[in-house]
């Protein structure tokens, strides 16, 4: 039971709780090439670290090949566990910015929420952290355990470099457990654990055939055509019971458990209503024949992100292009392997070369599907702290989109992992007019310091002590 | 016989008249938005009309809602056949200009060429049918049939419009036979009449999603993807054996006469030097089985020209996109009809709806193919004609591409159509340096007056007499 302070504490705050994370979403923390997203980002660290600081916590802000990263230890306890808290200052572009209620980067509460760019991913789920640290230390008579924050800046475009930089600071981000959240409820009003995330393949396909563009009468019918030959790899990449031809790549699927499925099949989903929210006027996609949520979460898939080639301009263009191309992404479940499907990728292009084309692919990203133990201390942990946040048993889920440090926090540091979301499904994020409940700040912080409360009980365990 | 004094005629003007070809290559009647393209179209009808006037044929500029078209008749001449010359002042955009080694509109002599953009396509071999004109009425005791010019300035964007500009002028336009000299030979030294040309069907296709790019991860499974789903439909517009599978595509196709295909194999045609000049390793497209000629020439064929969806940028973005679309051409030999191809392609894309996505079609362009009489008296003529001018009696091919006036020329006006190219395949039409052989300004305005002459035999015959 979180302690009668702690919750005092944080009710009497939220006014100077909000104040500051409007300022933290205040600053432009882009990921991109915008004008001044490194000074933003820069300064985004630094309010952080600053933060921490004064929350007593040894905080430093560390330079990368990118954006720098905040690493922040609280004052060590002797056999307690440590808890990482994992989170990330660097936000989705804005655009279309037309579509925006209130600027994205003015924080403005309407309706019970805040909003702007990064309210709920991820700002507003790690501030509930730091609120939690500083409760504890104000009002609970100091951490009852160990506190790490690792904080990155290039969450949103796959942490490219992070599992390096990770390896790098092995010792000072060692913990028992880490808790990230950056993912949401099932649904408005049901708390989730979410304890599978799916792994990505993404490759680019290019396929060339003429040495420049040749006209499509005069030799239309002697010609491969590129865009013809790439349309012919991407269809055929499907059989018609929409499984995915790779060779190999079913090999390692992990099937679903029989409770895993009941579960899901208890939850509060209509197909027809998640259908609607995303403007189509049915489902579709994946294999034939299993549920949507199995599709989505307990299955591999393969989507074309973006295709181009020839002439793309209003009006026609009687050309046989010299060259198209398509990204596709795969995203995989525990237990495959990336390297495996993408040995599978190369066999597939190799049997699918035209006479007078060539295809070829090159790997832009790939990254470990996560299945975290359901029945660890730490899951049990934030089961429970989440069930005293928000008044109800969390529900355990799956999420079918990628966090790709979990994956490494669990294989190089072996920590257990707990992913526990506060976002909602309509919060937008990636989206305009994101926004983030205050309620769910509030009740998030409670869950937070309640995780590190009952975190705090497994001091005898802990694998660093 | 070509008269003794039109030959020593047009060898003693050469000088005098690639002076002026320069003068007519050096106006940049572009037809697209370039800036002063439509007073350049302007300078060039009137330099044509102009021209035309000098040689005493009553010449006007008419004013189309696109660029103005050049008419000029010469003076009547009763019961003597009229031929009609068709040509285009317009030419392909310069781009990429540095590869030019002069600029496009500074005709240059080098190699026995004259290189110019339009110097080939279609100035060059225009200004041998006025070079022809002129030699009759200044050395031949004046033109032996009544002469008509009809010359257009939207040839290279598909003659938008010209059908019913046509129908408007009937009478000005009524002729016996028409001259087309706007394509090549099929080797150089191998002069040749084309009597066949293929048709178009161009349009677009688009699929449509979830109302906005959608993440993959989280949704990859539940929702079809339209770009998936288009290169579905792209891949199933061809069976394993090339062949289109639009119903009812091949219904109305003429099957090649085995005299044709005998003829075509004795054309001195290497497939492998016709691969090396399109930069691939080897032929390919079109059905399985039939020789390369016979795919480009009297096969109808379908080619991508351009696809587009989703993100393109670098780097990778895992989405769902909401929309893709690509342009298809598609290639009418005789005797099928456009609309009855265009119904087909209806009952396509009805059949390959998927669920959660809209597939439809919008149709960009068409035109019909079409086969001309090869035993015409004008198609006699113009073989017989060619031969006394290049020394060699021409070969009969066909061609991939379209050239819609020739067939309004045959369907509405009921005229002998006649395709006497001179240029050379490697001339380079659409393409930087483009260039047309000084040899093929003289022998071709020979060959013209030649057909002249020989026409004017058919007076008796004369439908319009």
Known sequence: MLPQPIRDYLLARREEHLAALKEFLSIPSLVNDAPGSAAAARQASDWLAGRLASLGLDSAVLETPGRPVVLALSRPIPGRPTLMIYGHYDVQPSEPLERWTSPPFRPQVRDGCVYARGACDDKGQLFAHLMAVEAWQRAGGGLPLNVKFFIEGQEEIGSPGMESFMADHKD????DAVVISDSEFFADGVPSITYALRGLVLVELTVTGPAHDVHSGIHGGAVS??????????????DADGRVTIPGFYDDVLNLSDQERREWQALPFDPAAYAASLGVAELGGGERGLAAL?????RPTLDCNGIIGG??????????????????????????????????????????????????????SKSRPVLLDRHSFAMASAAAAMEEAFGRRPVMIRCGASVPV????????????????????DDNPHAPNERFRLEHLWRGSEASAALMGNLSAEKVASRLA
């Open 311 to 364: 002439y793309t301009g209003p009006g026609g263009k009687t050309i046989i292009p010299s060259r198209a191309s398509a990204k596709v992404s795969m995203r995989l479940v525990a237990n495959q392997n990336p390297d495996k499907v993408i040995e599978g990728i190369a066999s597939y292009v190799r049997q699918h070369q035209r006479p007078g084309t060539v295809a070829e692919f090159a790997v832009l």
């Open 172 to 175: 000072e981000l060692a913990a």
């Open 294 to 298: 199995e599709r989505r979460w307990s």
């Open 225 to 238: 055509n590129p865009v013809n030959v790439l349309a012919e790899m991407i269809a055929g990449l499907h």
């Open 406 to 425: 979990t994956e490494i926090f669990q294989r190089i540091f072996g920590m257990d992992a707990v992913l526990m979301g506060l976002g909602l499904p």
